[in-house]
């Protein structure tokens, strides 16, 4: 039989009076709490007499509280972050159990890009196409994965919003358990009339980008956006299935102390490229040399990067005369999300530095030179590598 529980204060009241690992709950009728359970829950979780409660701020409230600045605001923009951040848990959750799930490995086909396509690849597409159309708010879709606009299925309302994205991005890491992740930006429509979006809706510069992000598939799980009022990233909690609030307003500093870029590439780099390189990692009388750090998947490196600082490249090479990085999915997204941080994000054509942002696209799948990062490491980096 349960044992009776004590009546409720009048008023409720409920406060924590930690003793010996054992937390009392004054109020509370419940057994008594462990305190290391508490550490851990302090943070977005307070017990009341009316039983365990949340607290802390979650992406979604998140991204209310910003719309609300914004009195001509809709909740169009809150609801389809809603379909992303749960389409970015059905993925994380796969990804999670990867190696059980028959998910690995090849699915036999090669993408647009030409590279093998990776099941799992086609697996965190699809979920991102299906929860994002059902929820109303985009006219068209672009992906890494697939070659031509993804329309919005006549069975759904065409909402005001376009959203393009690189499912997994880093697939290359999928197979050994290394970080990966989810990169996206959204786009207001420009075409008009109540069809589906068209490719002109797609192909619009990155100073057009409403808000963008990524998800990080890593030793914890992270969602990273901007809607153009600083940088946030929110921690998930798994046992809770939210992301809360971790880092507010995410600042890069000026200058780090690390540099990331493939240098297998070298042999195949242009003499400004080589240079720049074979600098940032020499020490001088004036400056320390700077660490290497590639794990492989952008989205890591970049994580890392806005966190710590440095500087994070993909030139363009011998092989690759444009750079590999795709434009529209990949640098963009970051250049926005980099430049709201406080860094940099060029792709050296220019002595200015060629703002990505300010490129405009003329092909879907178009890629880019990128270098990305600090204020003053990307400076440096231009030093080299532009043009005379
Ligand atoms: P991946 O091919 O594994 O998907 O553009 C995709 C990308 O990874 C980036 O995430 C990553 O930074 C880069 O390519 C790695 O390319 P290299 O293997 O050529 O270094």
Redesign the pocket.
């Known amino acids: 039989m349960e044992p009776e529980r004590p009546p409720l204060p009048p008023g409720g009241g409920g406060f924590l009076v930690p003793s010996r690992g054992i937390v009392r709950v004054r109020g509370w009728p419940g057994p008594p709490i462990r305190a290391s359970c508490l550490v851990m829950a302090e943070q977005h979780l307070s017990v009341g007499p009316g039983g365990p409660s949340y607290h802390g701020t979650t992406l979604e409230q998140h991204i209310q509280l910003s719309q609300r600045q914004h009195p001509e605001a809709t909740g169009d923009l809150t609801g389809l972050f809603a379909q992303i951040s749960l389409a970015a848990k059905i993925i994380s959750s796969q990804v999670s159990k990867a190696g059980l799930a028959n998910v690995l490995g090849l699915t036999g086909e090669t993408n647009v890009q030409g590279?093998e396509v990776k099941k799992l690849d086609v697996f965190a597409n699809e979920v991102l196409v299906r929860c994002v159309q059902q929820g109303g708010y985009v006219c068209v879709m672009g992906s890494e994965e697939v070659a031509d606009p993804i329309a919005v299925s006549p069975e759904y309302p065409r909402g005001k919003y376009v959203l393009q994205f690189?499912p997994?991005?880093?697939?290359?890491?999928i197979d050994i358990n290394a970080s990966i992740g989810t990169i996206f930006s959204i786009h207001r429509r420009v075409s008009t009339g109540p069809g589906a979006g068209t490719l002109a809706d797609c192909l619009q510069a990155g100073s057009r980008i409403v808000a963008s992000g990524y998800v990080i598939y890593g030793s914890s799980n992270m969602f990273v956006y901007s809607s153009g009022d600083g940088v946030h990233g929110f921690t998930f909690d798994p046992a809770i299935g939210e992301f809360f609030l971790s880092h507010e307003n995410m600042k890069i500093p000026e200058r780090g102390d690390t540099y990331s870029v493939?240098e297998?590439?070298y042999h195949k780099w242009d003499e400004g490229v080589q240079q720049w390189v074979d600098w940032v990692k020499k020490p001088s009388d004036e400056r320390k040399a700077y660490r290497l750090r590639?794990i492989?998947?952008?989205?890591a490196?970049l994580h890392r990067t806005l966190l710590r600082g440095g500087i994070f490249a993909?030139p363009a090479d011998r092989k690759n005369t444009s750079g590999?990085?795709?434009l529209l999915y990949?640098a963009s997204p970051f250049a926005f999300l980099v430049e709201q941080a406080g860094g940099a994000a060029v792709d050296g054509s220019s002595k200015e530095g060629g703002r990505i942002l300010d490129i405009q696209p003329t092909e879907l799948h178009q890629r880019t030179p990128l270098y990305i990062g600090s204020k003053a490491d990307v400076a440096d980096a231009v030093r080299f590598v532009a043009p005379e």
């Not at 492989?296 to 989205?299: D, Q, Y």
């Open positions: 590279e690189d997994l991005d880093g697939s290359g890491n493939n297998g590439n590639y492989g998947a952008m989205v490196d993909y590999k990085l795709r990949e």
